[in-house]
């Protein structure tokens, strides 16, 4: 019996070394040392800016106190005082209020004859809006006149940076498997200091929006890339940094920008404050590494080589030369591109299901950011409560993915967040500190999923299409987002049918994720066979060559040490 299960043991270690990895590789070089601290943190900082893109669409005053601009009479009456032409121009209300938008139709009258005649004709403003806001010297509702006729309008440029966004992580996911992680990376960023320049500049709305759109673009390609090209670089076990510090430095920087504009007031003042540690960025982005297992699975080993012993020499250590041989010597597979996903059942069924799951929690998350107007507090009270209470739910969330793993915590945040946004239903409305209470823990367990997500994905798919799936994947969910504010009209017919139907989606993801399978302590899948299931033969293997080293041990057969390289182990070190 023994000697049986030392040749099956033999056997399944052997083909767990037949094809060398590059995790042996980082394992070597150092999982997570100085060269990782550094590319880390030079992808990841930018995330503390990315958020100062939605100033201008989040901060805004919609009762301006607007009015018509009626200064054509002062031509005919240059010494009337304000309250004088607008008695004189501007039609009551029946409240006994001025009217935001309509005015009485210019004459060429004499002041006596205005006077004594007065006007009744009205008709919409035609010079513009004259801005009362006491909140904001400078907003896009006063600086492009959003108002009356064209208040929809602040809706739209809302949703062109969401659309923006959205098409971002379409275009740039895919790009990058052509283009290369870097190149993917550096290209956003470049045009986010540009269009976010113009931004600030734009004269004319329609400017604004394109602009707008532009920026979401660079926006959705860069928070795609980022974290994929720092993950490739990452040991297993900080493989979660990525995404969830990324995430940490987006919800510090909601409170950044939001002291920003506290202090400033003016959006394109911040637009232009913002530009410059972009242009810092797009100083540094330039000296970033390309990831180098996507190098060896185009080829291009001699480029990979150069890299990995830079950031061996960074990290100081060293690689055995038979173990690089060994990686470098391997073929790259096989590219089929996005239709390896759809050819392939179970690589279909992972996509379908992370992908229902991302959708799912985003469109919660912004379902109930939608009702913060229902707290009753200042805005930049609101603001800050959530910019700080996000960040301990990515530190708990990079802790919890290496104690419990992917799928228990991606499970845990959709079912337990669903179960606290549906109990919001059955509590009398009436008792607003419960109801906001259960919608703020339902609101940052779906915050902590969109991490857990971002990681779960990269780790289920091949290098060849890992950024191709992450880009679509962040696409659903961008379309979950973009979902939200029409589930919330239906709102109409009964209060609750926002929450129960956004809530009854996460609990059946969350379910579905359970058909998922475990990705912790498991390298980055590079081929997709390892991808469909049999890179899970190292788990098993692991322990097998536990067992037969044990074995070997006991009996007095040194196993064949150079040979065996079970996922890894410093098994020498324990047996030694």
């Known amino acids: 019996m023994l000697s049986c299960l030392y040749t099956v043991t033999t056997h399944l270690c052997f083909l767990s070394i037949t094809m060398a990895d590059f995790g042996e590789i980082l394992e070597a070089i150092g999982g997570f040392g100085l060269f990782q601290k550094l590319l880390l943190f030079a992808l990841c900082f930018p995330n503390l800016i990315l958020p100062f893109h939605f100033s201008s669409v989040l901060f805004y005053n919609a009762n301006t106190r607007h009015r018509c601009n009626t200064d054509w009479i002062l031509q005919v009456g240059p010494n009337l005082t304000k309250e004088e032409q607008l008695h004189l121009t501007v039609p009551m209300l029946e409240d006994g209020s001025f009217s935001p938008c309509l005015m009485y139709k ?30 904001y010297d400078s907003t896009i509702v006063t600086d492009f006149d959003l108002v009356c006729g064209n208040a929809n309008s602040l809706r739209v440029a809302q949703t062109v940076l969401m659309a923006g966004i959205l098409v971002g992580g379409l275009l740039f996911g895919p790009l990058s498997e052509s283009l ?24 004319y709305f329609y400017i604004y929006v394109i602009s707008q759109f532009i920026v979401g673009i660079s926006y959705g390609g860069f928070r795609i890339n980022c974290v994929i090209l720092a993950t490739e670089w990452t040991g297993i076990a900080q493989r979660s940094y990525g995404s969830c510090f990324s995430q940490v430095l987006s919800s510090l920087g909601q409170v950044v920008f939001l002291a920003l504009i506290y202090y400033l007031r003016d959006w394109r003042m911040c637009q232009f404050i913002m ?11 330039w000296l970033i590494p390309e990831s180098a297992r996507w190098l060896l699975d185009r080829g291009r080993t001699e480029d990979a080589k150069v890299l990995i012993q ?26 089929k591109g996005i239709k390896t996903l759809f050819a392939s059942p179970v690589l279909r069924k992972y996509f379908i299901i992370i992908s229902f799951a991302w959708a799912a929690l ?88 969109g991490s857990v997500a971002n990681v779960y994905i990269q780790e289920l798919f091949p290098t060849s299409i890992r950024q191709t799936t992450t880009g679509l994947g962040a696409t659903a969910a961008r379309v979950g987002s973009l979902l939200s504010p029409v589930l919330a009209m239906l709102e109409v017919y009964h209060f609750s049918i926002p929450t129960v139907v956004f809530s009854t989606l996460t609990i059946t993801s969350g379910a579905l994720v359970f058909l998922l399978p475990e990705t912790r302590c498991t390298e980055l899948p590079d081929s997709i066979e390892e991808a469909e299931g049999k890179r899970y033969l190292y788990c098993t293997t692991t322990a097998l060559c536990f067992l037969k080293l044990w074995f070997s041990s006991f009996f007095g057969v040194r196993p064949p040490l150079g040979r065996m390289n079970c996922f890894m182990i410093p098994k020498y070190k324990i047996l030694s």
């Not at 210019?106 to 909140?135: F, K, R």
């Not at 530009?275 to 982005?285: C, E, R, S």
């Open 106 to 135: 210019p004459v060429e009258w004499n002041l006596s004859a205005i006077q004594d005649y007065g006007l009744n004709e009205t008709t919409a403003c035609i010079d513009g809006w004259v801005h009362n806001d006491t909140m």
């Open 180 to 203: 290369g992680r870097k190149r993917a990376t550096q290209i956003p960023v470049v045009l986010m200091l540009i269009f976010t320049v113009v931004n600030g500049l734009a004269p």
């Open 275 to 285: 530009a410059g540690p972009i242009g810092f960025v797009v100083l540094y982005i």
């Open 310 to 335: 830079k950031a061996a020499k960074i990290n100081k250590s060293t690689i055995p030369d038979s173990l690089m041989a060994k990686v470098l010597s391997e073929k790259p597979a096989e590219r």
């Open 362 to 449: 985003t469109q919660a998350y912004f379902s109930l950011s939608l009702n913060v107007g229902k707290f009753g507090l200042n805005i930049f009270l609101t603001q800050l409560i959530f910019g700080l209470s996000e960040v301990p739910v990515h530190f708990v969330c990079m802790w919890l993915l290496e104690a419990v793993g992917r799928k228990a915590c991606l499970m845990g945040t959709l079912i337990v967040g669903g179960l606290f946004c549906i109990l919001t239903v059955a509590i009398p409305q009436g008792n607003y500190i419960a109801v906001t209470a259960l919608a703020t823990f339902g609101r940052l367990l779906m915050n902590g999923g």
